[in-house]
């Protein structure tokens, strides 16, 4: 086979058993890589979403004790109070992950 050539099934292209068995590993190796990343990431974004949710509770629960009137003139800055919050937590995300640099360890 000339080495510009790809073969159609890379994996029986009469490769030696030694480089299929690199191969295996190699493949193996990339898709644990992948699998630990993402376990990774949804921990995170579990524990995020679970402190924001938190923090949500603990604003429905002072709000409960204002009357209507106020209610309605405060909603549309705890929405916003919200939105910032989830913005907060997505940044420190990002911060994290890039301070862990690209192995997922410090």
């Known amino acids: 086979m000339d080495e510009k050539t790809i073969a159609v099934d890379r994996f029986n292209a009469g490769y030696d058993k030694t480089y299929k068995a690199w191969l295996k590993d190699n493949i193996q190796e990339e898709d644990k890589y992948a699998l630990e990343s993402v376990t990774q990431e949804l921990e995170s974004l579990r524990s995020d979403l679970g402190e924001l949710n938190l923090w949500i509770e603990d604003k429905k629960n002072g709000m409960c004790r204002e009357d209507w009137e106020e209610k309605g003139r405060r909603s549309e800055g705890y929405l916003l109070m919200?939105?910032?919050?989830?913005?907060?937590?997505?940044?420190?995300?990002?911060?994290?992950?890039?301070?862990?640099?690209?192995?997922?360890t410090s």
């Open 82 to 104: 919200i939105q910032y919050r989830f913005q907060h937590l997505i940044v420190q995300n990002k911060r994290s992950k890039s301070e862990a640099g690209p192995s997922g």
